[in-house]
């Protein structure tokens, strides 16, 4: 829990930084006015997203797979969330959509990335293990 909450408090903080300069952004090129509140509630729902999700993500039980879809399934919420923060200005043009699903696939390809790596390298260090136990009994025997 320590860690998650420390995971969390990174990630609100950049997320937190990334609506509010959205927010800025959308307000000072066209006269929408957003509700505080709602970028405050947004950003600290998609923070607590996408936490959940790096710790499903970093998972060792399970299937490494099946993990990496949870994790990925847990932070597509993020774009209703996004929707009822910035209303649909944001979503009114179709580029902003395909952007998002490129972002996705991004974060999903590095995900899959990342996993294949971490499994590489526990992978390495099961075999140096295997080795030495072998090497102990040889030496016994």
Do not use: C, H
């Not at 099946?66 to 009822?84: D, E, H, K, W």
């Amino acid at each position: 829990m320590k860690n998650y909450l420390k995971l969390y408090a990174i990630i609100y903080a950049i997320v937190n930084l990334a609506v509010f300069v959205l927010a800025l952004a959308i307000m000072r090129n066209s006269n929408i006015i957003l509700s505080i509140k709602t970028l405050f509630w947004g950003s600290i729902i998609i923070s607590l997203l996408i936490a959940l999700s790096i710790k499903v993500f970093k998972k060792t039980w399970g299937n490494g797979v099946l993990n990496v879809i949870l994790g990925y399934l847990i932070i597509l919420p993020a774009t209703v969330v996004l929707r009822s923060m910035y209303g649909t200005f944001l979503f009114r043009r179709t580029f902003v959509v395909y952007l998002l699903g490129l972002i996705y696939a991004v974060i999903y390809s590095l995900v899959i990335l990342y996993a294949s790596l971490r499994n590489k390298k526990e992978e390495g260090k099961l075999n140096q293990l295997l080795e030495q136990q072998k090497d102990r009994s040889d030496k016994s025997l």
